[in-house]
């Protein structure tokens, strides 16, 4: 474990000066009060600064170059560090804490990528390492003196390698913190490890970079929410300058600042820009008109068409059985065989076949009616005509009751219309 300089728990006093700031002992806690707690307040100003890839234990070329660029077009005020800082030799890192290798500017630096790295972070949520260099943190949001709004997150997406991974639930945070703010616009600076998915869409792709294998939709997600005017990336080990991008879609939404996004190469590359400097204005400090100025490069934003960035972290739909289009369907059918289905199964059964008493029936026996009315029929009922047909019937059937009873071998019988629907005569039997 690497014993870290001057480590202690450290809070921002809502009574103290810079100076007391620039003197304390401190580390990041991981507190909610992320704007008050934050290490980074130890410095003031962010407006000129330095932007490396992965260092990965090369320390010495680093640090000469940054010493060297900063006498030639300096001062700078920090120096960030993407990608993967520490590396297997371990050489360079005891160089740094003893004097040998100087840091003169001060030194932020992301997660580790790999596990046999986490050993050089004593606290995984963020702390000073030594004098004049600080670890951010997992992932977060802190505020320069001048205003400057810088976010960060570090790890890769489904890492196997060990180290720090990408969470939804850390990216969510960020965007709820930064949410709460009413007059919220976006972000000044995005610092991640790993490169956005689809991030070359509408633009050119860098010699060596591979779109569909590369890069992570979580990256792009964050980039799309928090809409950063500058985001650096580094593990790729290229340099690509992408153009700018726009943030609004054109003539639906209103315009927004654009967002430029750097890759930068990793530390000692012979052939690919590694170091980048640039001078920022906050976005709090600049009127509107000229914050929303449109190069004239500009394209649409690689993320805002692509559902997988969009949906990112959302729960899976289950899949639902398919259903197809009725080509022959006509307007009003399904209503019609819905009615005529209801009225089918709702109907009573029909008298049995054949029906000598039924008017349709081709079995009717015409001369046995003596009548037709408007509700009923009056009909002369013989018994030898249905001795047969009630056979086995219920004793308690109207019919078979009556002429059971009264011995009769010819009833008169006033027979509602109902009957030739339901086969049944009411109870009111009437002899003559």
């Keep these: 474990m690497v014993e870290p300089h001057n480590l202690s728990p450290w809070k921002k006093s809502k009574k103290g000066t810079d100076k007391d700031i620039a003197r304390s002992p401190m580390t990041y806690s991981g507190s909610d009060e992320l704007e008050e707690s934050h290490p980074a307040y130890k410095y003031i100003n962010y407006n000129s600064l330095l932007v490396c890839g992965d260092a990965e234990g090369n320390f010495k070329t680093l640090f000469q170059r940054v010493s060297k660029v900063s006498n030639a077009t300096g001062p700078y005020d920090a120096l960030f560090c993407v990608g993967e800082f520490f590396g297997e030799d371990r050489s360079q890192w005891d160089d740094l804490r003893s004097g040998n290798i100087k840091i003169t500017i001060p030194t932020y630096i992301l997660g580790p990528l790999k596990a046999e790295m986490k050993t050089f972070f004593p606290d995984i949520k963020g702390c ?44 969510k945070a960020i965007e709820v913190l930064l949410g709460g703010d009413a007059g919220f616009r976006g972000v000044d600076i995005l610092f991640t490890s790993q490169w956005p998915k689809s991030i070359t869409n509408f633009a050119s792709v860098p010699p060596g970079f591979e ?36 943030n609004h879609r054109v003539l639906a939404e209103s315009q ?49 068409n692509d559902e997988k960035i969009v949906n990112v972290g959302l729960p899976t739909k289950p899949e639902l059985n398919q259903f197809f289009y009725d080509t022959n369907y006509q307007p009003g059918e399904a209503g019609q065989q819905k009615k005529k289905r209801k009225y089918e199964e709702n109907r009573p059964p029909g008298p049995p076949s054949p029906c000598w008493f039924c008017l349709s029936s081709p079995d009717v026996d015409k001369h046995l009616i003596i009548s037709i009315g408007e509700h009923e029929l ?47 005569i009411d109870n009111s039997v009437t002899d003559h």
């Excluded at 018994?383 to 010819?410: F, Y």
């Design 256 to 304: 927004k600042h654009v967002t430029r996004f750097i890759g930068v190469a990793k530390v000692g590359n012979k052939s690919q820009k590694w170091l980048y400097a640039f001078n920022l204005t906050p976005m709090c400090k600049m009127d509107n008109s000229t914050l929303v100025e449109q190069p004239t490069d500009a394209t649409e934003s690689p993320y805002i």
């Design 211 to 246: 779109p569909e294998a590369s890069g992570s939709p979580l990256v792009s997600r964050l980039a799309l929410k928090v809409k950063p005017r500058y985001h650096f990336a580094g593990v790729e080990d290229i340099f690509y300058q992408r153009l700018p991008y726009r």
């Design 128 to 171: 000073e390492l030594m004098k004049n260099m600080i670890y951010l943190g997992d992932s977060g949001v802190f505020t320069g003196a001048s205003g400057e709004k810088i976010a960060y997150m570090s790890g890769l997406e489904n890492n196997h390698y060990g180290g720090l991974s990408l969470a939804y639930d850390s990216i």
């Design 378 to 424: 009056k009909l002369v009922v013989v018994w030898r005509k249905i001795a047969n047909a009630l056979g086995n019937a219920n004793e308690r059937d109207p019919i078979k009751r009556s002429l059971v009873q009264k011995d009769n071998s010819i009833v008169f019988y006033n027979l509602p219309f109902s009957f030739l629907l339901n086969a049944k």
